[in-house]
């Protein structure tokens, strides 16, 4: 265990600690860190990914020992504790009016930001686009290549520090006004179509082979998946409930910086 892992989980266990300055030294450490992308809540292992619970104790503890700051950016005024990302010139990301991303998140060389907004904690990976209206919650871990369509809703998760975040991996595509939620996964090259709601106790259900396979919490790579219902019995009679529904594959043979709408388009599915 490190020295600021340490002093963080001294601090969880004992709020009296924040007002000791080595503590809160080692929290804005981990917090910049966070920052520069040295750091991340969740990192891949393998086909799996660990949560480390200590990075998002500190981004909890970080509020507690932060004062409210107003800043001014021309005519708007921000009243807050967290500060506002700044040098996105030097870190080469694009930055669309009124894109607003908080210190303590990550973004990668190449992203582009359209009107969105992406909160502390979270890593967007290199060449993503975080299209218009778009929220990336707290602690998100979005993947390289990935296209984050208008209206998508990326939840966010603080507690349980337990609780893994959403994470979307490489070459996703998520469509207009998808909400992904509650530490869902969805796999490398998956499709989403628009309007796709995942929760963690979604349905998810494939249906493109003779039997139908459910998951629940994960979306297999390179699924396409459209917006489904299911009926279920209520006292008041059968009522249809949503689920998400695997249709087929990505094809492999598509290139796929071409393969993101097609590979809905080939399935009469909107984007």
Request: with cysteine.
């Amino acid at each position: 265990m490190s020295t600021d892992q340490f002093l963080i989980e001294s601090a969880w266990n004992d709020r009296e600690l924040l007002k000791d300055q080595e503590t809160r030294a080692a929290i804005c450490r981990v917090v910049d860190h966070l920052d520069k992308g040295t750091l991340r809540v969740a990192s891949p292992d393998g086909e799996t990914w660990i949560t480390h619970e200590w990075i998002k104790k500190a981004v909890i503890l970080y509020f507690p020992i932060r004062r409210m700051e107003v800043t001014e950016v021309g005519p708007f005024e921000f009243h807050d504790k967290i500060p506002l990302k700044r040098d996105y010139a030097k870190a080469g990301v694009r930055v669309v009016p009124h894109a607003i991303a908080r210190y303590g998140s990550f973004i990668a060389e190449g992203v582009i930001l359209m009107p969105s907004y992406v909160n502390i904690g979270s890593y967007i990976d290199s060449g993503t686009m975080v299209d218009t209206w778009a929220t990336v919650g707290s602690c998100a871990q979005i993947g390289k290549n990935c296209h984050i369509s208008g209206g998508v809703g990326i939840g966010g998760v603080l507690e349980p520090v337990q609780a893994s975040p959403v994470i979307i991996e490489d070459n996703s595509f998520l469509g207009s006004r998808c909400i992904v939620v509650e530490g869902v996964r969805v796999g490398r090259e998956a499709v989403l179509g628009a309007n796709v709601v995942l929760t963690a106790s979604t349905r998810i259900i494939d249906v493109s082979q003779e039997k139908p396979v459910e998951y629940k919490g994960y979306i297999p790579p390179r699924s396409v998946v459209i917006p489904g219902s299911l009926p279920k019995t209520f006292p008041a009679g059968v009522y249809h409930v949503p689920c998400a529904l695997i249709i087929g594959s990505r094809k492999p043979s598509t290139d796929l910086k071409t393969s993101l709408n097609q590979a809905l388009r080939e399935y009469d599915v909107p984007v």
